[in-house]
């Protein structure tokens, strides 16, 4: 079990120092400081977060590694788009966009807002040990619905932080083409919680009551 955990954040690591490689290819090998800035602190709030997660629970990291499971197809081609776009299409755009210095009060926003939402998911995943990479019913693992933490305030917290850090980097790299990039993904997201509650609702024993108790999906008092 601990050498699956170790592989799923070592991949986690992989993803980001690929994404920092295609920034680089973007913006010609030359960085302003606010990439500077930006990537020093994702490089370190990774380890931190991989750190916690690893201490916490090593059985949920393994199961958040497996790329071959039963998830229906929607998912499997909503993730691939997603994992696209997310980790290494908007470093690219943002790469080949960045001309200027930007280290304003938009950018620092960004800089906590990106910081908030992997504070939520890093709480959503060390609340609930079934939330796996993909979504499907885990009948091999007896899965039962979490309510509890941020699942009292959405049913789907992991993501509603990935909708905000979206937003984040949309602030944190100004420019059109990331705005469009992180807009199509936050779309991915929403389609895939929409799937996933109806899937959940259909085949999770107690899933439906749980609806009734915690009304919204991502964003509280809108939907």
């Known amino acids: 079990m601990k050498k699956q955990a170790f592989s799923y954040l070592a991949r986690v690591g992989f993803q980001k120092i690929i994404g920092f490689l295609l920034y680089l290819i973007g913006a010609g090998f030359t960085m302003t400081y606010a990439g500077i800035v930006y990537f020093v602190y994702l490089f370190l709030a990774t380890i931190i977060i991989c750190m916690i997660l690893f201490k916490a629970n090593e059985e949920t990291l393994a199961e958040r590694g497996k790329t071959n499971t039963d998830s229906p197809i929607w998912d499997k081609i909503l993730l691939f788009a997603f994992w696209i776009l997310n980790y290494f299409g908007v470093y690219l755009l943002a790469g080949m966009s960045e001309n200027s210095e930007h280290l ?40 039962k619905v979490c309510t509890t933490g941020p699942y009292s305030v959405v049913r789907h917290p992991a993501y509603s932080a990935l909708i905000l850090n979206c937003i984040g980097l949309s602030l944190i790299f100004p420019y059109v083409s990331v705005w469009i990039c992180m807009a199509i993904t936050a779309v991915i997201i929403i389609i895939r919680t929409a799937l ?26 809108i939907w």
């Open 196 to 221: 996933e509650d109806s899937m959940l609702k259909d085949g999770l024993d107690g899933y439906f009551e749980y609806t009734k108790q915690t009304r919204y999906r991502l964003i509280p008092f």
């Open 104 to 143: 304003n009060a938009a950018y620092y926003s960004g800089i906590g807002l990106t910081l908030f939402a992997a504070w939520f998911s890093t709480k959503a995943t060390l609340e609930n040990t079934f939330l796996e990479s993909t979504a499907r019913i885990q009948r091999d693992r007896n899965q």
